[in-house]
């Protein structure tokens, strides 16, 4: 399975944190600050009573606010933002960068709160994928967009014996497609060698690329004799 395609089906409630606070409106803001003197997280959950989420409020929004007045006061602080329990991981992700927050809120559809999953909880879900298991070795292609072709490259892989445990596009224009491959392959040098004959730029590689090593002493080779 692809890397996007693995992570566009990738659930991540069973990250969902309940020990962690929410706060209700009518608690002050000395309590957030002082929630936020002790703990890590960039934001934390406003909800009432009865579990009806209202929004996030990060810490820097608070930080010159009284901390005598209740948080009801500071509604234009509240950001409604979070993600639905049915949402995937490219969602979570989309919202750890619009908000520049370490915590996602979790709903159901009725907007009730169910926890938290935290950005380390998920490097930590990333960290036993295999596409990044420390023996793999990764390779950085590029061909021009109109000739690029995923399942050429998957083939080129496999025909050199490679187990293929990620690939995945990491830049598109109309003129270049760039895509890293994370594969494991006694025929590695092999499998360059196949690429670079159907067109594919190798950019970068985790190992000692021979082709680009033979180079290198060809160049020198010349350069000592250009200079007798």
């Given at each position: 399975m692809y890397f996007a395609v693995y992570f566009e089906g990738m659930n991540l409630t069973e990250l969902l944190q309940n020990d962690l606070p929410i706060f209700t409106p009518g608690q002050t803001i000395g309590e957030l600050h002082d929630f936020f003197a002790e703990s890590n997280l960039t934001h934390i959950g406003i909800c009432e009573t009865s579990g009806l989420f209202l929004g996030l409020v990060s810490a820097a929004s608070i930080r010159d606010l009284s901390k005598e007045i209740d948080v009801s006061k500071a509604e234009q602080l509240l950001e409604f933002d979070a993600v639905f329990v049915e949402d995937h991981f490219p969602t979570h992700l989309r919202f750890l960068k619009k908000n520049q927050s370490n915590i996602i809120p979790v709903l159901n559809s009725e907007r009730q709160f169910l926890g938290y999953i935290t950005s380390l909880d998920i490097v930590h879900k990333l960290e036993a994928l295999p596409v990044f298991h420390k023996d793999n070795d990764?390779?950085?292609?590029?061909?021009?967009?109109?000739?690029?072709?995923?399942?050429e490259i998957v083939q080129i892989a496999v025909s050199n014996q490679a187990i293929i445990n990620g690939a995945f596009i990491v830049e598109k224009t109309e003129v270049d497609t760039v895509v890293v491959i994370q594969l494991q392959t006694e025929k590695i040098q092999s499998c360059l060698d196949e690429m670079r004959r159907f067109g594919y730029d190798i950019l970068e590689t985790s190992f000692e690329d021979l082709h680009v090593e033979n180079l290198k002493v060809n160049a020198e080779y010349l350069n000592r004799y250009l200079n007798v």
């Amino acid at each position: 399975m692809y890397f996007a395609v693995y992570f566009e089906g990738m659930n991540l409630t069973e990250l969902l944190q309940n020990d962690l606070p929410i706060f209700t409106p009518g608690q002050t803001i000395g309590e957030l600050h002082d929630f936020f003197a002790e703990s890590n997280l960039t934001h934390i959950g406003i909800c009432e009573t009865s579990g009806l989420f209202l929004g996030l409020v990060s810490a820097a929004s608070i930080r010159d606010l009284s901390k005598e007045i209740d948080v009801s006061k500071a509604e234009q602080l509240l950001e409604f933002d979070a993600v639905f329990v049915e949402d995937h991981f490219p969602t979570h992700l989309r919202f750890l960068k619009k908000n520049q927050s370490n915590i996602i809120p979790v709903l159901n559809s009725e907007r009730q709160f169910l926890g938290y999953i935290t950005s380390l909880d998920i490097v930590h879900k990333l960290e036993a994928l295999p596409v990044f298991h420390k023996d793999n070795d990764t390779l950085i292609l590029s061909k021009a967009s109109e000739d690029f072709s995923l399942a050429e490259i998957v083939q080129i892989a496999v025909s050199n014996q490679a187990i293929i445990n990620g690939a995945f596009i990491v830049e598109k224009t109309e003129v270049d497609t760039v895509v890293v491959i994370q594969l494991q392959t006694e025929k590695i040098q092999s499998c360059l060698d196949e690429m670079r004959r159907f067109g594919y730029d190798i950019l970068e590689t985790s190992f000692e690329d021979l082709h680009v090593e033979n180079l290198k002493v060809n160049a020198e080779y010349l350069n000592r004799y250009l200079n007798v």
